[in-house]
DNA sequence: TATATTTGCAACCGAATAGTTTCATAATTA
DNA sequence: TAATTATGAAACTATTCGGTTGCAAATATA
């Protein structure tokens, strides 16, 4: 079982449970309310959301709160970094070239 | 057949072969030697890469140069853009708290 | 206490995934 | 021209994925 961050957001419907709880803490049911898909395959993608540490529970009763691991959410930036990097040289490139154009014309 | 993004940089072969060829440009012969699976398992991960535009491909005689597409990057910057905002926002939060205490000891 | 509610888990199913081997095509080189 | 090299496509396979239905456990309410 490949259980890892990048594989957690590839699924559309995941992606959209993290954006859900990010605004405020749900239960299952009331987050299952937004798919047409059954509670209890939200109830999977939570489980697999909450195996990758991207979400946390907590229990209030009989309910379950689930809120975002905003920490863990890092860990995709840091990957998307190295490439960050790159856009941004390659932006500077282009400012560089933008103004060596301008002397040029004067 | 779903093909975006997120689901492109599931794979972690998909991952590293877009570190590598962000680095250089790279022919799939070249990529291959990288990995222990077959020539032909990471020219179908390009075939997935390409068809999402993540990379672009130039002919050079028999060989095919493999190059990053960087802004196709960003659109997965874009996604995390919204989660980035609650850290810093939370993290701003933090900074007041720690500034009170301090107020508070003097 | 009996009933309703909230939730997760197990078993099953069809589709997708990542890999393999085999083959075809095009370009280079001997 | 014949052999070699670089590449992608097709067919096949085992595994994973995302969904379903049915069930069990725990908590709340009548």
């Not at 959410?73 to 560089?96: A, H, P, S, V, Y």
Request: glycine fraction near 0%; proline fraction near 2%.
């Amino acid at each position: 079982m490949r259980r890892d961050i990048f594989q957690a957001i590839a699924d559309p419907t995941r992606r959209a449970i993290l954006v859900l709880i990010a605004v405020q803490t749900m239960t299952p049911n009331a987050i299952a309310e937004n798919f047409n898909s059954t509670r209890q395959a939200v109830s999977k993608h939570l489980r697999i959301l909450t195996e990758c540490e991207l979400v946390k529970q907590e229990q209030k009763g009989r309910e379950i709160y689930y809120s975002i691991e905003i920490d863990k959410m890092k860990e995709i930036d840091k990957w998307i970094e190295q490439f960050r990097k790159i856009w941004e040289t390659r932006f500077n490139q282009l400012d560089d070239v933008l103004s060596t154009l301008k002397k040029k014309k004067k």
